[in-house]
């Protein structure tokens, strides 16, 4: 019997060790979209946290283009991984495909939709392990938060795990 207890513990102690596997934000097999008209100098600027899929993530973001092909970005890193990134992302493809070093996970990120001014802007990743909405002013204005999010509803992403 001792021996019995002194298995299930052991289990128990090695299922803690296990690192807790987390849910995506949208099903990574459904379709997803980036911005198409995306402009990098457009979008190069201080922006804000406004919505994030790390609850209780905020602060800001400053994307500092380098007028080629990359930005470097300091700021909130709302990947749940670090607090503050400091990383160059650099462009992929078209409509705001960009990748970084380190920061965002390590993923690719994509510009999901940005407003006609530049204003407002939804970003993700194509597993869903992330996804921010960002706002050059902070409260976002309620019309232009209401489009990022139906922007991320239309590429499969759970709302309700969308905090401010």
């Known amino acids: ?41 457009r979008f190069a600027g201080q922006w804000h946290v406004v919505q994030s899929g790390v609850s209780g993530c905020s602060g800001a973001q400053n994307w500092a283009w380098d007028g080629q092909a990359a930005y470097e970005v300091k700021g909130a890193d709302c990947t749940g991984a670090t607090a503050q990134l400091e990383d160059r992302i650099v462009l992929t493809g078209p409509g705001g495909r960009m990748i970084g070093r380190a920061s965002f996970g390590g ?23 992330w ?17 990022a999010r139906e ?7 759970d709302l309700a795990r969308m905090r401010p």
């Not at 006609?116 to 194509?126: E, F, M």
């Not at 996804?131 to 489009?147: E, F, N």
């Open 1 to 41: 019997m001792r021996a019995v207890i002194a298995g299930l513990i052991a289990t128990l102690a090695l299922a803690a060790c296990v690192p807790e596997k987390t849910v995506p934000l949208r099903d990574p097999k459904g379709l997803i979209s980036s911005a198409a008209l995306f402009d990098p100098a």
């Open 107 to 129: 993923e690719p990120i994509w510009v999901l939709w940005v407003d006609y001014d530049y204003r407002i802007a939804a970003l993700g990743t194509p597993s869903g392990s």
């Open 131 to 147: 996804g921010v909405i960002l706002s050059r002013q902070t409260p976002a204005r309620p019309d232009l938060l209401k489009a």
């Open 151 to 157: 922007v991320l509803d239309f590429n499969g992403y």
